[in-house]
């Protein structure tokens, strides 16, 4: 069964420092997607990145990247140059292609504070 | 613009009574799902829907109830044995295709508050 897990319930980190977010996650389905959402106060769900299980490199946007390693199954999110703007809850989540095709699992989430 | 639209933004309800949640999304997706979140919690799943007319539980279903009669709106009825419905919903809704890479869309969410 598919499962995610986010083991940090909650963050402090100055301004302008990095910020690594950890998930883990489980799945036997050969082929899945790793996303990664913002969720600000305000309740909106945003899409940051997204990485393929058969990606062979590491997904970027921007400031986000994501650290990929398929053989330890884990997905961390990494904000470079953390702004006052990325305090928010942020969310990891899995889509299994073949054994639930439709359906997107969530973790409990990270709820990241940067301090000025 | 495409997008999702939840409404009400707010909603409160007496114990007892039911109420419905709408979603609406203009993005010609097959997909779409509810999910609830509770005060610093990640969502789960209450039901989602692959097609028209079809419909499947999420992990927290009871007391819950759904209806996809049209591709556009996928409603969500919270009902009365529902043990503790104030949360804050979100509906959802997935790009076509059998890819890893379906980006998921969501709604603005509804905040339900019971009485």
């Known amino acids: 069964a598919q499962k995610i897990t986010q083991t940090q319930p909650g963050m402090f980190v100055q301004e302008k420092e990095a910020v690594t977010l950890d998930c883990t996650y489980d799945?036997?389905?050969?082929?899945?997607?790793l996303f990664w959402y913002k969720q600000p106060s305000s309740g909106e769900m945003i899409f940051l990145i997204y990485q393929g299980s058969y990606d062979q490199q590491n997904a970027t946007e921007g400031r986000y990247s994501l650290n990929f390693q398929k053989a330890r199954k884990s997905a961390n999110l990494v904000i470079s140059a953390s702004q006052l703007g990325d305090s928010a809850m942020y969310f990891c989540?899995?889509?299994?292609?073949?054994?639930?095709?439709?359906?997107?699992?969530f973790g409990s989430g990270t709820r990241l504070s940067i301090r000025p | 613009d495409g997008g999702i639209t939840q409404s009400p933004k707010y909603l409160f309800r007496k114990e007892g009574q039911n109420v419905t949640l709408s979603c609406e999304q203009n993005?010609?997706?097959?997909?779409m799902y509810w999910y609830r979140q509770d005060p610093g919690q990640g969502l789960r799943l209450i039901y989602y829907s692959q097609i028209v007319n079809d419909f499947q539980k999420g992990d927290i279903a009871e007391g819950y109830s759904v209806s996809r009669e049209k591709k556009e709106s996928f409603p969500l009825t919270v009902t009365s044995a529902q043990k503790n419905p104030t949360a804050f919903y979100l509906c959802?809704?997935?790009?076509?295709?059998?890819?890893?890479?379906?980006?998921?869309?969501f709604g603005p969410g509804t905040r339900l508050t019971v009485l």
């Open positions: 799945t036997s389905d050969p082929s899945y997607g």
């Open positions: 993005l010609n997706h097959d997909a």
């Open positions: 959802a809704s997935l790009s076509p295709g059998r890819t890893p890479y379906n980006e998921q869309f």
């Open positions: 989540a899995m889509r299994e292609v073949y054994s639930s095709a439709s359906k997107i699992i």
